[in-house]
């Protein structure tokens, strides 16, 4: 599944593509991916600018010249491929879990630039979705999202605002998308680890008597970013030192300290990293360092 950083890279891959063009054309190939397109979808983004393309949490946001934002989310193996003038565009290598066949083709954008940027999703849980573009922030994709993690909303002071009080552990609050949106399992794992925070630990343990965030909750906003920016950057570079023919836009490798390790020395005491599960899923963690 695309965590927040791919979701990015993707942004980044496809700015140049389709920011400042026009949708020449739209092939939409099937009525529904996880839900059904919106009506008269094609129709509504035909001849329309892109104005910018941004990214809320793990959602695509293009904003068009018209009344409307068009919201795409990968889902699980949702991809992109950007193309020009038939010449597979130069944009990175990434690590494939699913085969590219031309069946899972869902959606193909034609740009008056001279691109083709086309979807493809084999399992088909991603979506797209026309919505206003005014009070983006209120529709009904991001009402109730929590903040941003890459944003400058997100410091010690914000996270122990949310967390105080709370006895839920660290890790799930993390995780809670109502608190801090777009922060999955992987992500989670590797910050914890860097902060020395133990997962099982109260959330509301961020925060002092008062409210305040203590040094660890100061600690953890500064490694949250960190761990995402790492992944950026290394999906960036992907893009720029792997140049693939394809041009494929999805997945990639990154090094993880603890995330999917178990059993393996942690990198810091060399003791054997644990894998516990909380609330459903596997959490990755380091017991000596973590206590
Ligand atoms: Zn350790």
């Known amino acids: 599944m695309p965590e927040l950083p791919e979701v990015e890279t993707v942004r980044r891959g496809l700015e140049p593509a389709m920011v400042g063009a026009r949708l020449s054309a739209i092939e939409q190939r099937r009525p529904d991916l996880r839900f059904p397109f919106p009506e008269r979808f094609a129709e509504r983004l035909t001849g329309r600018r892109v104005e910018a393309l941004s990214r809320r949490a793990k959602y695509l946001v293009a904003e068009l010249d018209s009344d409307d934002a068009l919201i795409m989310h990968l889902g699980m193996s949702g991809r992109f491929r950007v193309e020009r003038d038939g010449e597979a565009a ?65 410091s010690g002071e914000t996270i122990a605002r949310l967390f105080a009080g709370k006895r839920t552990p660290l890790k799930a609050a993390l995780l809670d998308q109502r608190l801090i949106a777009g922060l999955g399992n992987i992500y989670v794992c590797e910050a914890l680890f860097r902060a020395s925070l133990d997962p099982r630990a109260p959330a509301g343990s961020l925060a002092d008597a008062a409210g305040g965030p203590t040094g660890q909750a100061e600690l953890l906003a500064g490694v949250i970013r960190d761990v995402l920016v790492e992944a950026i950057d290394a999906g960036g570079s992907t893009l720029r030192d792997h140049a693939q023919t394809d041009g494929s ?3 990639f490798q990154h090094a993880f300290r603890v995330y999917d390790r178990e059993g393996e020395p942690c990198p810091v005491c060399a003791a054997p990293v644990r894998r516990i599960v909380q609330s459903g899923r596997s959490t990755f963690y380091c017991e000596t360092c973590q206590a």
């Not at 066949?101 to 991603?126: I, K, M, Q, W």
């Open 90 to 154: 130069q944009l990175g290598e990434f690590h494939h879990e699913h085969g590219r066949e031309s069946a899972h083709d869902h959606v193909v954008f034609r740009l008056t630039n001279g691109a083709t940027v086309t979807y493809n999703d084999t399992r088909r849980f991603g979506f797209m979705d026309l919505v206003p573009r005014a009070g983006l922030a209120g529709c009904r994709h991001f009402a109730g999202m929590g903040l941003e993690p890459l944003g400058n909303a997100l």
């Open 249 to 251: 836009l999805g997945y």
